[in-house]
């Protein structure tokens, strides 16, 4: 039967326990129905917005330790699977009733342009294609990772296909109220997501595999949020607004909503108000331009405060636990006093950071460790641009623009602060509750902690070496991008020379001229760079953590370029 009233989907989302949601965008109003083959269901209404549907059905009733097919209808048609269409059955696979020793598996990865650029550009073959085949191909529960974890870029808003160019050409009818070759309105937003996510490869995988997502910039433009006066001056443009307030408002339908555990969904006001309204396109956009509001007050002001909607969350499987932060929208960007994020999510974290588990994983878009040059020029670069003299604060806040120096190293006060709370919980000394040091209870040492981001199109494994003996924790910094992308061929002889003591030793040397103090950790590259298309697995198994980084052939299939061990276990 076609699928035609199924537009997008369906998103196998979150599996909690004996729960799952699925997330679809149907072409109409309708009630959408999810029901398994051992006889656990769900169904929900569509709510509307923006003249598009979706419906994010929580599936009850799952059995443990099971993995079953199912399928989807609409008002009691069946709209999935795909007849005829060769793909194995798409399953929700669950995890013990207690799960704490059975294995977690992770796959990673970030940047993925849709396939339809390579008829502009010749990129590699897309790595989450070819492991999608290559599951179809062995499609065994036990093949089946836990969770697909998706760091940022998952729609390039600014850099788009030859099809959406000839859309967005018809509508501009002046130039210069909106970029020609950029989406600006949900509905273009729309677009993107519907020519990514019906990729064939791409919708069996996301039906079939678990996911959570987190944005990065190119959801919204490039470079978005690099400083307090790249967001003023955005602000200026005609066509600002509209893209801010629906680049948001969108992330949140298709991409947050699904982060989501079920009792957190039943929690969520602004879900609650959407499928209430009969047409929510108001409930979002006022969403989207308030959540921008907001964000000034950590942005802009002297007296920082925590925005009111979080976009980072936490997850625990088994053992493992989770936390993805938000490293966009809530920066903190006034100069001096610069934050990944503003202190009320901080505290957050400080608490999901600290708990009862053997493995922590830090979801961040951009890496916080990076080669160790590269590092010590975006230091110096926030230093200079801090400076109360006009000339060195000017041409710093131009160079830091031009050459992308935004990272974790360009936060200093977060730098810090991360690598202080992994020495503290690798230890095992007391936790650190809102201001006070040592407020928390203690904990035992996890196994292992990795950070996992993306971003900057080039793959690598890195470890820190704390000076405190004390740190028993082996602390990863884990990058795995582009899943289909590439860097420029220049830029990779730099990235290259980043990790070398030489190159190294200079960069500190500028950064030593401009006051910057040593960091507070250290870093040794164990894997990589390796910079073709690529998709990560991190795999727990009891105290034990492993992590593999695959990339693309050129007829499309997944070789391993980098495998290492993390944590030996007991």
């Not at 509307?48 to 979706?54: K, P």
């Not at 890195?462 to 991008?481: I, M």
């Not at 590439?486 to 070398?500: E, F, I, T, Y």
Request: include cysteine; charged fraction near 25%; hydrophobic fraction near 40%.
């Amino acid at each position: 039967m076609p699928d035609s009233r199924l537009l997008i989907g369906p998103l196998l989302r979150r599996v909690v326990g004996t729960r799952a949601t699925v997330w679809v965008e149907t072409s109409g109003p309708a009630v959408v129905r999810v029901r398994t083959a051992d006889g656990a269901w769900g169904q929900a209404p569509t709510f509307s917005a923006y003249d598009h549907h979706y419906a994010l059905v929580v599936v009850e009733g799952l059995t443990p330790d099971s993995a079953t097919s199912y399928e989807v209808l609409i008002d009691d048609e069946v709209a999935w699977p795909v007849a005829k269409s060769g793909f194995p059955p798409s399953v929700i696979r669950t995890r013990a009733a207690d799960d704490r020793d059975q294995p977690v598996k992770l796959i990673f990865g970030s940047c993925r342009e849709t396939t339809q650029h390579a008829t502009t550009r010749r990129l590699p073959p897309d790595a989450l294609d070819a492991y999608a085949r290559r599951l179809m191909a062995e499609p065994e529960p036990g093949a089946l990772p836990d969770l697909l974890v998706l760091l940022g870029d998952q729609v390039y808003a600014d850099v788009t296909s030859p099809t959406v160019r000839r859309l967005l050409k018809r509508r501009r009818r002046r130039p210069k109220d909106a970029p020609t070759d950029q989406v600006v309105s949900f509905d273009e937003y729309t677009k993107l997501y519907l020519e990514s996510w019906r990729d064939p490869e791409i919708r069996w995988l996301l039906s079939t595999v678990p996911s959570v997502m987190i944005f990065d910039d190119h959801e919204v433009i490039d470079d978005w949020n690099t400083s307090a006066s790249w967001r003023a001056e955005l602000r200026q443009q005609p066509w600002w607004a509209e893209r801010i307030r629906s680049g948001l408002a969108s992330y949140w339908v298709y991409q947050h909503l699904g982060n989501l555990s079920p009792d957190e969904i039943a929690d969520d006001p602004l879900y609650a108000k959407v499928v209430a309204a009969e047409d929510a396109t108001s409930v979002l956009r006022e969403f989207g331009e308030r959540v921008d509001r907001e964000a000034d007050e950590a942005h802009d002001t002297e007296r920082w405060r925590a925005v009111q909607y979080q976009w980072s969350y936490s997850l625990d499987l088994g053992r493992t636990r989770l936390v993805m932060l938000d490293n966009r929208c809530s920066r903190v960007l006034e100069p001096g006093n610069r934050a990944m994020l503003p202190p009320g999510e901080w505290s957050w974290f400080l608490d999901r950071a600290h708990g009862v588990y053997d493995h922590l994983v830090v979801g961040t878009s951009l890496p916080w460790l990076l080669p160790p040059a590269i590092h010590h020029v975006e230091a110096w670069n926030e230093r200079l641009a801090d400076s109360r003299r006009r000339w060195p604060s000017r041409l710093s806040e131009q160079i830091r623009r031009a050459w992308d120096l935004e990272h974790w190293a360009a936060f200093r006060r977060s730098f810090d602060a991360l690598g202080a709370l992994f020495a503290r919980i690798g230890s095992g000394t007391p936790g650190e509750t809102g201001d006070r040091v040592g407020a928390g209870p203690a904990y035992a040492p996890p196994a292992s902690i990795s950070v996992l981001s993306g971003d900057v199109h080039h793959s690598y494994v890195a470890r820190v070496r704390f000076d405190d003996p004390s740190v028993r924790t082996p602390v990863h910094q884990l990058t795995c991008s582009p899943i289909h992308n590439q860097v420029p061929a220049a830029m990779r002889p730099l990235m290259k020379l980043g990790w070398l003591p030489g190159p190294a030793a200079a960069a500190r040397a500028l950064a030593r001229s401009a006051g910057v103090r040593r960091p507070s950790v250290r870093w040794k590259k164990l894997a990589g760079p390796y910079f073709g298309n690529a998709v990560a697995t991190l795999e727990h198994s009891g105290r034990g953590a492993e992590v593999l980084i695959e990339g693309t052939t050129s007829d499309g299939h997944l070789r391993q370029v980098a495998r290492q061990r993390l944590a030996a276990g007991d």
